[in-house]
């Protein structure tokens, strides 16, 4: 588990996650001022990646000409498995013997396989020692400049760097960040767009406490999900996966006027907040509902509003996911119009909490991506690039492109 840091009067670790899918933990030992690397994948289970190179900066490269490596290059250890390559010099490696080529140059590299200075063979799991002098440290090493290469021998090769999402509290706990707030892990969340007339963002956050909170939203002004149309938000309607915890539930809210909760049996909170008709027709009755503020916008006209539902035994986003959210909505019409319609509208939490819309993961990318730029750049005989080059098919994604070019790779 990432997160903690673990200190004694002799040793001192920290763990730091890799890439997105797959996910490597690296884990750096410091023991009598030397560093000990560990690589493995975060899930055992999964199908298991064949680690081909890691890659990293110090932050003081004096201290290079002496960094040494154990085992030594090409000696095998119990497991069969070797450092096959290994480099330290500022700013310099950024490959494997096989060609494979990074986005950026590191300050040391090392390779691994099971054949001399090779990168064949399946290494799924390693450990190496840096030495120099017992005179090393986890400060000697910038945490955030961590790659792995992965898969490198076959099409499928990848490179997994520092997932700052994950790893903010390990690395600012480690690093002795002033705020506090570098121990808190994010809540779990679930976000999601319940689409109509009026587009209505839903954010369903796991808190500390084992509470739910809802914050709701309605989509406006230059939101690029704003459909032109607005509305009162009156109320929201859900079901749960187990029809058990319905007996403990509480909500609270400050626009929260009313709630109710029966498996099965909520369709109506009274003062035309319902969805009676084509909803509940095609889905069934909800367990719960919630009302917000008072009917039509004269008295208010709640665009945004959070509540918190709270059990005692505790909730969790899994309670939610794939199941039904309704939202009723009154006062509807374009912004600056006339506003007399009403809207009945229904969505989910994604299974496993996914956001459909959750950007291509920047904490890794495809080796045969920095190839395709590097032909290009070959190819161009120094003219700019077309601006649409790479919206096409098989085009790189625009962080590779971006990294190859802070670089110099690319420009």
């Known amino acids: 588990m990432t997160g903690d840091v673990t200190e004694t009067p002799e040793k001192e670790s920290v763990k730091i996650t890799l890439g997105c ?14 560093l000990m690397f560990s690589l493995a994948p975060e899930d055992p289970d999964a199908e298991m990646p064949d680690l081909d190179g890691f890659f990293f900066n110090v932050t003081d490269e004096s201290k290079l000409d002496t960094l040494t490596v154990f085992p030594s290059v090409n000696v ?3 497991d069969g498995l070797k450092v096959t390559g290994y480099e330290a010099e500022a700013d310099s490696a950024d490959s494997l013997s096989n060609g494979a ?6 300050d040391v590299g090392v390779q691994f396989g099971t054949t001399d200075d090779s990168t064949e063979g399946e290494v799924n799991e390693i450990a190496f020692t840096l030495y120099s002098g017992g005179n090393l440290s986890l400060d000697d090493i910038d945490l955030e400049s961590f790659a792995a290469v992965i898969n490198s021998d076959t099409e499928d090769g990848l490179v997994l760097t520092t997932n700052d999402e994950l ?3 390990e690395i600012e706990s480690f690093e002795g960040d002033s705020n506090d707030d570098g121990d808190k892990e994010d809540p779990d969340t679930c976000a999601f767009t319940v689409e109509g007339e009026v587009n209505v963002e839903v954010i369903m956050s796991e808190l500390e406490d084992g509470s739910i909170q809802f914050d709701l939203s309605v989509l406006q002004g230059d939101d690029p ?7 009162d938000l009156r109320g929201l309607f859900f079901d749960v996966a187990d029809e058990g915890i319905l007996e403990g539930l509480t909500i609270t809210g400050d626009d929260v006027t009313r709630s109710e909760f029966e498996a099965d049996g909520v369709t109506n909170l009274g003062q035309g907040n319902n969805l009676n008709g084509e909803i509940v027709n095609e889905n069934g009755a909800f367990d719960g509902g919630v009302s917000f503020g008072t009917p039509g916008a004269g008295k208010d006209d709640i665009q945004e509003t959070s509540f918190i539902l709270s059990h005692p035994d505790g909730l969790s986003l899994a309670d939610f996911e794939g199941q039904d959210i309704g939202l009723r909505l009154t006062s509807v019409g374009e ?3 006339d506003r007399d319609g009403s809207l009945k ?4 939490c994604p299974p496993g909490g996914d956001d459909p819309k959750d950007p291509e993961c920047e904490y890794q990318y495809e080796l045969e991506d920095v190839m395709k730029l590097m032909t290009m750049e070959e190819s161009e005989d120094d003219s700019a690039p077309e601006e ?4 096409g098919p098989g085009g790189p994604p625009a962080h590779v492109r971006a990294m190859l070019e802070e670089h110099g790779v690319f420009a």
Do not use: F, M, W
Request: net charge negative; charged share 30%.
């Open 388 to 391: 649409d080059e790479d919206d």
């Open 101 to 106: 080529t990074l986005t950026e140059q590191y």
């Open 167 to 169: 790893n903010e509290g």
């Open 345 to 348: 509208l229904i969505g989910q």
């Open 225 to 231: 999900d704003a459909t032109g149309s607005i509305g």
């Open 21 to 34: 899918e797959p996910r490597i933990i690296v884990t750096v030992t410091e023991t009598d001022g030397n």
């Open 335 to 337: 912004e600056g119009g």
């Open 76 to 78: 095998e250890n119990s």
